[in-house]
């Protein structure tokens, strides 16, 4: 990892009133995978599209290596690859014919394509469906000829927007294993998601984006530094008991600093568990609160974003 | 262009698989002609080409000569015995209106003087100069009979041809050689006075026609034209309308399916983009077209006329059609609008062009039509159906292209300023 293939400053996004994207500035290292982790809307599409030219930017710059993004366009589409977050696929041809329609795109040709279609097929392990129609591939499926597509011209730098919503786990560790093998032969990788989980298996470096701003941005270990030797404890409430009603209650117990819900369950940053659980299980008994289960966790990206925004990654 | 080409041929195989289109695109108008030929009793015309036998033909030998009485004897040769049905009759206006009534297949006049225009025995050498025209007149009810007649008159004639030239071509070289002098060819008999000097001179440097023959169509009014010439073409273009709005609703299709996205982030242009879909959209108009010319011919044995006219149109008529279509998609804001505007044109335009009835295009009825490009097809193809050839619907060619072009040309400009709130 050296030089910075992709740099932006102050990039913008804006429709009317609406700012999609307000002012992102951050690299991209060759080599790397760098993930840009936020919720639903926090403007990572947005930005992908204005990095792979879909979209003019409303202000701001982004070079792509060496050549900007606003005046240099086909230069830029030459050495990125972009994987959709939605399948961006002619169903009624074969994933044969899928590859080559968007090989020639790419300018590529006879038997270097040919070659190139074989070669991407094995790597996503689709190599005996080649000749079968896409419509009749499972969504998992559907999301590795997605990816193989992108993958076909060797770009420098791939963008992959959420790369594994709505598969099922057996593809989602596929692409997740294929997404480190790239990086292992030496491609850049910008690669979107909500998945906590993912950004940290995956990234070198993070950036954490919320509400079109990018709030905070390093390796992993950097940003657990951001929320110090915070702990948080999940809290799962009994049935007919919603963690809003209560949210207040817990903030007052002594080494709790913020208390969230999401989905029944109520997350507590804590500054020492062992110190603070005490307090809270107290505090619960004393308001008749059932408890069914208590989890502790070691400081982590959706800690970070919940020291950061007061909100659970997927609010 | 190989990006367009891509592109286009794309959409072009995207197209074809999908079943439900192909039913409308060209079983639909298949269905329709045949439904429209039963009712209309083309079906059932005694002339479908297949069986010919016995056709009846008129022939008025107007000649008093040999090669008048050789044709008259060619036309009761036995070998032609099973096939023709000829009737000499001395009234050409009686034969004519045999001919329009659909009594006879066609009506063969042979004119006075033909023999000595050919071969002078009392004519000046300045007359046997002038063309001597033998005519067919041809019922355009039976066009497959009409041409068996036609062909037995052309084989005839090219006989005579190859004869009265081998003729020449060896009095030519006999005078030129010096072995026969100019002033002795007076002094042979029959065939080599009609050797002038002029004629020589002709013969040496080209094939000139010594004998004519008029092709003359019978100006027949509806019920003698083959309904199945109208219907046809009239179904093939009212259908092309869909096929075109199906073409167009596939550019708004790509930016649902996520795809013109995709496509927008290859290093290819906006315009080889928007070029490679109305590419897609003129080669499915031209495949759906010509499918249907071809199984209209082959299962109807309907006879479309001059083929390059027929080509030249097809193309012009798809290009037309094409910028209707490319219209719809840049005004309409989804699929699904595209195909509802896209019925509404084509039955309007089927109704305006006389796709479905032949409607009396007069006024402001026939200035209206004049936008849609069904009418000029379909005046074109009607033209070419009759015997007419590409130079008769230069018109309809040229007001075909325009008519695309101006589609075009107001379809890309709305095109380019949408491109971007086109992705959302």
Known sequence: ?315 | MKKILTIGWKDLLLIFRDRGALILMLGAPFVLTIGLGLVSGAFSDTDNGTGLADIPVAIINQDEGELGAALVDVFNADGLADLLQPVAMGDVAEARRMVEDDEIAAAVIIPSGFTDSIIPQNATSEETGDVVAIDVYANPARPISASVVDGVVQDFVNRVETAVLAVNVSLSQLVTSGTLPMSELNQLPAIGQALSAQQIAAVQTDNQQLIEIRQDTATSDSSDFNPLAYFAPGMAITFLMYTVSLGGGRILQERDDRTLARLLVTPSSTTQIIGGKVLGIFFTAVAQVGVLVGASTLFFQLNWGDTLGVIMLILTVAIAATGWGMLLAAFARTPNQVMTYGSALMLTFGVLGGGFIDLPREGLLEWISRITPNAWALDGFVALGQGHTIADITTELLALLIMGALLFAIAITLFRRRTETILH
């Open chain 1, 1 to 315: 990892m050296s030089e910075p293939i992709l740099t932006t400053k102050d990039l913008r996004k804006s429709y009317g009133d609406l700012e999609a994207v307000k002012g992102v500035s951050f690299s991209v290292l060759r080599g790397e995978i760098f993930s840009l982790l936020g919720p639903n809307g926090a403007g990572k599409t947005t930005t992908i599209s204005m990095l792979s030219c879909l979209l003019s930017p409303s202000g701001g710059t982004a070079e792509i290596g060496g050549h900007d993004i606003i005046s240099n366009s086909l230069d830029v589409r030459k050495i990125i690859g972009v994987v959709p977050q939605e399948i961006a696929l002619y169903e009624e041809l074969t994933a044969r014919q899928n590859l080559h329609f968007w090989g020639s795109m790419y300018n590529m040709s006879g038997k270097a394509l040919k070659a190139r279609i074989d070669e991407v097929l094995t790597q996503v392990n689709l190599a005996e469906r080649a000749n079968d129609r896409v419509s009749t591939f499972s969504g998992g499926m559907k999301r590795r000829i997605n990816i193989a597509v992108g993958l076909l011209h060797k770009p420098q730098l791939l963008f992959m927007d959420e790369p594994t919503v709505g598969i099922d786990p057996q593809s989602r560790r596929r692409i997740l294993d294929m997404v480190k093998e790239l990086r292992d032969q030496g491609m850049t990788v910008l690669y979107t998601t909500h998945y906590m989980e993912e950004a940290e298996e995956l990234s070198d470096r993070v950036g954490i984006i919320d509400h079109g701003k990018l709030i905070a941005l390093g390796t992993q270990a950097e940003l657990t530094k951001v929320v110090g030797q915070q702990e948080t404890l999940r809290l799962h409430l009994g049935e007919g008991h919603l963690a809003e009603d209560h949210l207040e209650l817990f903030t007052a117990v002594q080494g709790v600093l913020s208390a969230t819900a999401l989905n029944g369950e109520m997350a507590l940053s804590v500054t020492e568990a062992e110190e603070a659980l005490p307090g809270v299980i107290s505090k619960a008994n004393a308001v008749a609160l059932p408890i069914r289960s208590i989890d502790i966790e070691e400081p982590n990206l959706e800690a970070v974003f919940l020291h950061l925004t007061g909100r659970a990654l997927r609010d």
